[in-house]
């Protein structure tokens, strides 16, 4: 029987079983995603899958965006780390990205990006391997997992504690929290903010799956994250502390808390989240003993352009946009900064 792919209409039920079933599936393949950024930014979803005889054998969540400096585009999935193809085998995968290049095609996209953690050997593809994602190994026993941590890093909590920092685990009711730190960090990084909405529909589309860690000093919140679970793996793809609060050691709480808290309810793996290799966040997350995992961004490009470079902090042609970002104040930020990354899939 030949296999066929086609836009998925059915159940979201038998999407996210197949999603929970796959090896090599992720959180951000959920259609709970899908959802989040409908929802938040209206960008058009394409959502692909093979079947056979009425059996799922691969997807694919794409989507389409605009921008001005760049063009239509197609990505899978913005604003996550990772997603792309998900399969059973190759003969689907190769069906799958022969159907992503033709909705390319036909709406006059720039290119195709599939955020992939395994390369696809595909020769009409470009990649770019800039970024890694780091993953630690957890302990049944947090104290056994404490033991095992450098010194330093280990000092470098107890300043925090001793400084008196205290940390909570908290629902949606701490997402403005979090946001107020999160977006002074972004205005200091001089990257635009998402908006409070991208993070209050996480919170809510993903209630069981999804929580607010907030790190206080005299009640006031100095660092906070959203974290994520899927499966046997917390994830903290967002996290941000106050740059005046930097000597006592916020962000080494907030992330061991995190850690006590993933292994005590019985979590293997803990994602750190992507970084660009041996940048300050990536020396960061390693110091924790996590292992980095190469993360492979593939791209199918129209007209025989060059792979696009959106990044701010890899690309020069930002600098000035960048300086000029960190002048404004944040309540300025809050206002046009989800206006501008709703067409970057950072």
């Known amino acids: 029987m030949m296999l066929k792919v ?24 959920q259609i709970g995603w899908k959802n989040v950024v409908e929802k938040t930014y209206g960008h058009k979803p ?14 694919l969540p794409l989507f389409l965006m605009k921008h001005i ?21 190759e003969e689907t995968s190769n069906i799958l990205l022969k159907e992503a290049i033709k909705i390319s095609d036909s709406n006059g996209a720039k290119f195709l990006e599939l955020r992939n953690i395994e390369s696809m050997n595909n020769g009409s593809l470009m990649t770019k391997t800039t970024r890694a994602t780091l993953i630690l190994k957890l302990e049944e026993d947090p104290q056994k997992l404490w033991k095992s941590l450098k010194p330093k890093v280990r000092n470098q909590v107890r300043k925090a504690e001793k400084s008196g920092i205290k940390a909570e685990i908290g629902d949606k009711s701490l997402v403005r929290d979090f946001y107020n730190v999160y977006a002074h960090n972004m205005r200091d990084l001089g990257t635009p903010v998402h908006s409070l909405s991208f993070f209050e529909n996480i919170l ?124 404004l104040p944040v309540s300025i930020t809050k206002l046009i900064g989800p206006r501008i990354i709703a067409g970057i899939p950072y």
């Open 6 to 29: 086609e836009l998925y209409k059915d159940s979201p039920e038998e999407w996210d079983t197949f999603v929970l079933g796959h090896k090599d599936s992720t959180f951000f393949h």
């Open 46 to 59: 394409f959502y692909l899958v093979v079947k056979e005889n009425g059996s799922i054998k691969g997807i």
């Open 69 to 89: 400096l760049f063009g239509k585009f197609l990505v899978s999935v913005p604003f996550g780390d990772y997603a792309g193809i998900c399969a059973d085998d």
């Open 204 to 327: 809510n589309i993903f209630p069981e799956n999804s929580n607010v860690i907030i790190v206080r000093l005299d009640g006031k919140a100095i660092g906070a994250a959203v974290a994520t679970y899927f499966r046997d793996t917390m994830e903290i793809p967002w996290s941000s502390s106050l740059r005046d609060f930097f000597a006592l050691c916020p962000n080494n709480l907030l992330y061991w808390t995190a850690l006590e808290y993933a292994c005590s309810k019985g979590y293997k793996l803990f994602n750190f989240g992507r970084s660009p290799w041996e940048s300050g966040t990536f020396q960061f997350k390693k110091q924790w003993g996590a292992e980095p995992v190469q993360l492979h961004y593939q791209y199918y490009v129209n007209n025989g352009d060059e792979m696009p470079d959106y990044t701010p902090s890899t690309s020069s042609r930002f600098d000035m946009a960048i300086w000029l970002w960190r002048k």
